[in-house]
């Protein structure tokens, strides 16, 4: 077999069979060798922001890792600001990322470019492949590099002579290395600490949905503590049922007057908590001043076994209920459109289990708390502040959940930087209905230049700031990628449209149109 | 004022005053000082691919740099492909690049990102300003740096806190150094060997438009080389009236034979043609062996002075009359739609000094052939193997010649990488015609499959080739962005079609439905 069949056979043999692909001219052998596995789902997407992003959605939701396929440098750009988000995520990935032969790379031809370079800037874990001999243990490596510390971005870089040449067979992937765990009396002293008043316990990664949510809220119930996560979320557990935490907000002077009175505060399973942005005179750390800060255990550590060293040190057991947000269904909203009615529609009609993909940057500040005593869901929301995440991540929970109703909330602005992933939607049939929060504009960047003190704007900044003249039609870019939309100016026929978007089990959008 | 002020007084004294912007919330105060300069024309783009290709559109035809707006190292992401491709080129342009506040760099915020390595993957200059008084000269460097060499990428980076601190006035950019120019024992040599039988004088950059073109067809026509120019040209004078130069093809073994016979081969302004890619047993270089290889002028050299110098030392002069392109137009093409036929219209159609953007992969070269003869127009090509690049270096190109009908080709699977730009076209009002040839799929992929010798394939392979289930609507799509389009699948309504959009000044769009 050459090396590009023992790459396949040796991500098959570990375990990952999802591959999202945009290949090019330098990655033919690859895709030859796909071909020959039909037991590896390939999934194309038009665009590589849409792969990486994709990849993103899938691990969030799956906790294991795909593959995506990339062109040169050039790909891997196109791929780069949704491998960022992914790395602020924790999430893993596989990226493959075709290169010239060896021999080849010595001539200045049209698409040599600094693949090792592109790599590193963002990647956990980089490597190029010296020869076909090598693509099977190095993808291997790869693999594991990529399940290591709870999900790593790792880059495997393969000159086209090396997917060519002759290999030997697939290797299969070490299991990733045991996860650091904090040691007894780190765990004893923090058990103590908690029990202090002014005490926060600010949790992240799996603590923040399934049993290990769970946990975090019997030791706030034991202890007292209060327990809060950050802002920008991977994932997190949502509506009836899930124990009570709180979020910080956006803004740093609310995010400030949240953290006022914490004057401990344990870091488990999250960084510590910093302003999106720095401002003139608006401080970068938003806790209080004298407030201790101790992690313990980093995002990257194990988090599971922390919560349960944790919950046993300070005695939390069965015993200790956590507060629990109870099921409070709204009617569905009718009249006038306003985004508080996009919320209470989407709070009531919203399935068990759903999964909601959340970049609407600003309209969802103003829906999302509306759906806490909704059904229980989950949400999926930026973590790398570089838009254009929400549709390729829907996609990718989509089909890591076959079995679950997607929801995306994606703001206009940030929607047109991947819309191409609605015809993977399409393609691939997805059940996913996509709300298009039509403002017309970036929003949060009116907010962002009154936050630096600018009052009035002009034609410069407008023209900057404004998606008008012309306004987008979502209907018909949903219709040229082959998706169903509807356009809703009213609550009534919001509810309509959610309530026959989540019926089909196919793709739909719907543009709401509303300030 | 402020740093951001301090820079954009320095773009505009130093010339440039026109910026492809996609704007972040790093970049607000720069935003603010845009907007007290009206003299700045700001250009939105709603994906900063479309930035960095409308500079690189706008170089090629202005031949002096804009300025991009870019968001942190994800935006920089975005924007990289058509920064390679702008490289490839030899297009110069000057980004400004946002950052954190250097005091909130410590900090693991989600938008922190390695800003200085990616740019230097792809940037010839990288500097991040330390503080505002800095800015201006900086800006002022940036500027000279991208001027320099025929055109190069710089990047300005600039932290929050440089854009609002106080700092002193504007700087204006001091004139590039001096280009390198052959010494005069090498014309000669040169001169001497270019009368030899087997000598061709390859072309590239300013050479093969314009009053260059012309000297160099002088100096053909005076030593009976052959002229022959690369196959991905940044720019390309064409049509009746120009200097007879052969184009090398994309495909190894065809331009292999192209260049049989050559044992001299003289570069000037170019560089040494290879392969686009490598293939098993195929050769990297595709002239003869044996053949001379010997530079000139590199691409960064003095191109102009170097013909000019050639041209005297062969004794070229008004009287060596170069073989030129004779005007021969078709009539329109009717009936049945091909590929041919889409070419034949064009050339019939064609207006005089129109801009066409090539980025139809595999059916640029069924049509653009046939345009040989049509009325002189220039036509833009890929140059660095990134798809993305046609529909916003025609933004680029219709902006920097507003007087000037622009026509763009483009693929399906191109025109999918940034159809954003599109938005633009509609925005600014471009007097700019699209023909997007809808094969649905990579046909160039499919070709590359058998170059590799897979010569079937099965569902993954024809998964990742096709863009079918669903077809695109490029109606749809245009109509999305706010151009009017038409769907054109006979060679009767493609010239009816080409026609209204030749005679309309705003942008208009053709989807060619035809294999």
Same mark, same amino acid.
């Given at each position: 077999m050459n090396g590009a069949t023992s790459l396949v056979k040796t991500m098959l043999d570990s375990g990952v069979d999802t591959v999202f692909a945009n290949p090019g001219t330098s990655e033919m052998h690859f895709v030859a060798a796909l071909d020959a596995h039909p037991e590896m789902r390939c999934v194309l997407c038009l665009f590589e922001g849409g792969t990486s992003g994709a990849a993103d959605g899938y691990f969030r939701m799956k906790r294991d890792v795909a593959g995506t396929l990339l062109h040169l440098a050039p790909g891997f750009g196109n791929a780069f600001a949704n491998i960022h988000n992914a790395r602020k995520a924790g999430s893993g990935m596989v990226n493959v990322m075709g290169d010239h032969a060896i021999h080849h790379l010595q001539y200045e031809s049209p698409l040599k470019g600094d693949t090792v370079g592109i790599s590193q800037t963002v990647s956990h874990w980089t490597r190029m492949s010296p020869d076909a001999a090598s693509v099977a243990p190095d993808g291997a490596d790869a693999i594991r590099a990529a399940r290591s510390r709870n999900g790593q971005i790792a880059t495997l870089i393969l000159p086209a002579d090396t997917a060519w040449d002759t290999a030997d067979g697939p290797v299969t992937a070490a299991a990733p290395p045991a996860l650091r765990r904090p040691d007894d009396a780190l765990v004893e002293a923090i058990a103590q600490q908690l029990r202090q008043p002014g005490a926060a316990l600010m949790i992240g990664g799996t603590a923040l949905f399934g049993a290990e949510r769970e946990l975090a809220g019997r030791i706030a119930a034991r202890t007292g503590c209060r327990l809060i996560c950050d802002t920008l979320l991977a994932r997190i557990a949502k509506g009836a049922g899930t124990t009570k935490v709180e979020q910080l907000v956006y803004p740093v002077t609310p995010k400030i007057a949240q953290m006022a009175g914490i004057s401990t505060l344990i870091l488990l399973g999250t960084e510590r908590p910093v302003a999106f942005f720095a401002y003139p005179?608006? /401080? +970068? *750390? /938003?806790? /209080?001043?004298?407030c201790a800060v101790t992690t313990l255990c980093g995002p990257e550590e194990d988090i599971g076994w922390s919560l349960q060293a944790l919950a046993d040190a300070v005695g939390? +057991?069965?015993?200790?209920a956590p507060a629990r947000f109870q099921l409070d269904l709204p009617a569905v909203a009718t009249g006038e459109m306003s985004l508080a009615k996009v919320g209470q529609t989407l709070a009531a009609l919203i399935p068990e289990d759903a999964i909601v993909c959340n970049e609407a940057i600003t309209s969802g500040h103003q829906v999302l708390? *509306?759906?806490? #005593?909704? =059904?229980p869901h989950e949400v999926l929301g930026g973590t790398g502040g570089a838009i254009g995440l929400g549709l390729p991540c829907a996609v990718g929970a989509a089909i890591a959940c076959p079995d679950r109703k997607v929801i995306a909330l994606i703001g206009d602005g940030t929607a047109?930087?991947?819309?191409?992933s609605l015809w993977t939607m399409a393609r691939e049939g997805l059940d996913l209905t996509v709300i298009i929060?039509?403002? =017309?504009?970036y929003q949060i960047l009116r907010d962002e230049l009154k936050n630096v003190g600018v009052n009035s704007y002009g034609a410069n900044a407008q023209a900057m700031f404004d998606i008008e #003249? /012309?306004? *987008?039609d979502w209907v018909a870019l949903a219709k040229g990628h082959g998706v169903p939309a509807t356009r809703v100016e009213d609550a009534d026929f919001f509810a309509a449209s959610l309530r026959a978007g989540l019926e089909s089990d196919g793709p739909a959008l719907i543009e709401v149109v509303c300030g």
């Open positions: 005179d608006k /401080p +970068s *750390l /938003p806790e /209080p001043a004298g939390a +057991s069965d015993a200790d708390p *509306l759906t806490t #005593q909704a =059904r047109m930087y991947t819309l191409q929060f039509a403002n =017309r504009g #003249q /012309p306004v *987008l």
